[in-house]
């Protein structure tokens, strides 16, 4: 096995927050990913909220876009790096709270996937659904630091 394959197989074998300084500004929690599935938690703060109290639209598309990048590299267990090559959202009504986002692989292959996801507030309402597609590159030493 390689160093690099090593090194991601490691606890946890996906760390997006940590290696995302945006992400970890926010306040972004991985609670898991695999099998071309991924869950994130987002309790909302002030800062992260728009004129109207609700979360604002720039943190439901950066969360949505997270957890169906997780989906995607779960699928060729955290071996690839994705970039987002297109991205698409309803926004249904406002959130408040703890959310929660659901991410799944719903097609594609060795190079690119087909995802959709979508948030629920603390009652486990949908409060936006996304769908996106994802362009597969192999893991470089440079992508680990």
Do not use: Q, W
């Not at 800062?47 to 609700?54: C, D, K, R, Y």
């Not at 996106?132 to 440079?142: N, T, V």
């Amino acid at each position: 096995m390689t160093a690099t394959v090593e090194l991601l197989r490691r606890d946890p074998p996906h760390d997006p927050v940590n290696r995302n300084p945006f992400l970890k500004m926010i306040g972004l929690t991985l609670e898991e990913a695999a099998g071309g599935k991924a869950r994130y938690t987002l309790d909302l703060r002030p800062e992260l909220v728009n004129v109207h109290h609700a979360a604002h639209g720039g943190v439901i598309m950066t969360v949505l876009d997270a957890v169906m990048a997780s989906a995607a590299v779960s699928v060729h267990d955290f071996t690839t790096i994705v970039m987002t090559i297109e991205m698409s959202i309803s926004f249904m009504r406002p959130g408040t709270g703890r959310l929660t986002m659901h991410g799944r692989v719903t097609g594609g292959g060795a190079t690119i996937s087909f995802c959709e996801g979508e948030i629920l507030n603390e009652e486990g309402v949908m409060i936006a659904k996304a769908l996106g597609s994802f362009k597969h590159r192999k893991i470089r030493h440079a992508d680990l630091t």
